[in-house]
Structures are given as structure tokens and as C-alpha cells.
């Protein structure tokens, strides 16, 4: 098993960044593939972006390609979300997930963190 923990979230005004960060403990993170996934209140949890074990695929929701970079260093046992040009409909909670395989699909995602809260304000 592998336990997360995000980091890294706050409130930033629209146009802002943050950079959100996963550690994991309990098993490398490099035996995994990572999602990350956010939820806003009253609406269902969506995917925002996944990358492979090896760092080598990466996918992106329509919704943040071009602003958000999602990355790995596994040495660290740490992944990244990188969030630029932050519009107040990004806000929700922001989760990362570890599963064995890819997949956009949060229902799929096993080991889950607990979550981090970004604000951003117009």
C-alpha cells in the first residue's frame, strides 16, 4: 500500500500560480501510476491529470491543458501539479490518487490522499 499526502494549496487570485505537491510513504511512488483530481462543492470529483510510472505519459483534462504541468521526481517519492494562469472555476479540492495501470477514471484510482484546498479568488 501507499499512503499520500498533498500539499501546497492556498488561495491565489485569477491569473496566479501554485504548485501543488504528493508525497508518498509506505511503497515507492515509482510503482505507480498518479492522477491528479479535484472536486468542487456540489459537483462530482473530475479528472485533472495522470503521468505514468516512468514520467514518460502524461494526460490532461481539456479544461486545464496549457495551464497545469503535472510531474514526478520518484528519488523524492513526490508528484507535482504545476498551475498557472489559476481561473476562480479551478477552485476546488485538489486530491492525488495512485493506481497500478492509466486511467482518467477516478472510480479506478485505489489510494487516495486526503486532499488539498485551492481558492481562487476574481
Known amino acids: 500500500q501507499v499512503q499520500l499526502v498533498e500539499s501546497g494549496g492556498g488561495l491565489v487570485q485569477a491569473g496566479g500560480s501554485l504548485r501543488l505537491s504528493c508525497a508518498a510513504s509506505?511503497?515507492?511512488?515509482?510503482?505507480?501510476?498518479m492522477g491528479w483530481f479535484r472536486q468542487a462543492p456540489g459537483k462530482e470529483r473530475e479528472f485533472v491529470a495522470f503521468i505514468s510510472w516512468t514520467g514518460s505519459a502524461t494526460s490532461y483534462a481539456d479544461s486545464v491543458k496549457g495551464r497545469f504541468t503535472i510531474s514526478r521526481d520518484n528519488a523524492k517519492n513526490t508528484v507535482y501539479l504545476q498551475m498557472n494562469a489559476l481561473k476562480p472555476e479551478d477552485t476546488a479540492v485538489y486530491y492525488c490518487a495512485a493506481r497500478a495501470g492509466l486511467s482518467r477514471d477516478f472510480a479506478m484510482y485505489p489510494y487516495w490522499g486526503q486532499g488539498t484546498q485551492v481558492t481562487v479568488s476574481s
Open positions: 509506505g511503497r515507492a511512488v515509482s510503482d505507480y501510476a
